[in-house]
């Protein structure tokens, strides 16, 4: 793709089409350049959610809270926990909208550094650590035993992003989240950015997207839905994400 920005004419040239720079369509394609480019440099790495690093675009962590906040779980699980600012995120909405419920977290290795910062944190009553793999039916057993049949379980997928992992993943997780709730399978922009310098060929047919439309085609009780947004007086309607096609709602 090649992409000429003239500021004078106020254009933006792209693959010889001209449009205005100021237009819905120019945005769109800016926005995708910089997502590329901020993967790149790792702008995601910049940020904490009350104190701890959350490895999250800021949109990306507003959109997630306006769903949560929609839905109102109770038991919130998580895939992949890293320095756990995610789920410290999670608990902080927990305790805003019900002051009680569960964040079941699961992380194949939990340093040390991050197990206690995650313990000695203000809201760490919401949270419940697993330690193995999210994909291993003895954690996947030790998980469902936190869930209540009156449960309200929302699901966020971030651990191992290859297809495989991420497809046995939600044939898993699949079987705990609540109807009307969501499944949120993240980093599909691995997709995009497989040929940035720090990106992977192979993951233009290695990626979570991949497994997302394998999931969705085999399984009927699940589609793709974009959660509607709270507040929007733009004519802009699409996420600037790190996670396309992220969002699966159980309907059934």
């Not at 993967?39 to 800021?58: A, C, D, E, H, V």
């Not at 977290?105 to 040390?112: E, L, Q, V």
């Not at 954690?139 to 191992?160: E, Q």
Request: charged share 25%; net charge positive; hydrophobic share 40%.
């Amino acid at each position: 793709m090649k992409i000429l920005i003239d500021t004078k004419k106020n254009t933006l040239k792209i693959n010889n089409k001209s449009i205005n720079i100021y237009s819905k369509k120019s945005f769109e394609y800016i926005s995708e350049l910089w997502v590329k480019l901020g993967w790149n440099q790792k702008y995601s790495y910049t940020f904490t959610w009350l104190g701890r690093p959350i490895i999250q675009i800021p949109e990306d962590i507003v959109r997630l809270q306006e769903l949560i906040f929609q839905i109102k779980p109770n038991k919130i699980v998580e895939t992949g926990i890293a320095h756990g600012g995610t789920a410290i995120l999670f608990a902080s909405i927990l305790d805003q909208i019900k002051n009680k419920g569960k964040v079941i977290a699961i992380d194949i290795k939990i340093r040390n550094k991050n197990l206690r910062a995650i313990k000695n944190h203000s809201l760490s009553k919401y949270i419940k650590l697993f330690e193995g793999s999210s994909i291993d039916s003895r954690i996947f057993k030790n998980v469902k035993r936190k869930i209540k049949a009156n449960d309200k379980v929302f699901v966020f997928l971030d651990s191992n992003h290859t297809f495989d992992h991420v497809y046995n993943e939600l044939i898993m997780y699949s079987q705990i989240v609540s109807k009307n709730s969501y499944i949120v399978a993240c980093d599909g922009v691995m997709n995009l950015v497989n040929d940035t310098p720090r990106g992977k060929r192979n993951w233009s047919v290695d990626n979570p997207i991949k497994a997302i439309k394998k999931f969705l085609k085999n399984n009927e009780n699940f589609i793709l839905s974009e959660p509607n947004w709270l507040f929007n007086e733009s004519k802009l309607n699409k996420r600037i994400t790190h996670s396309p096609m992220c969002f699966l709602k159980k309907i059934k």
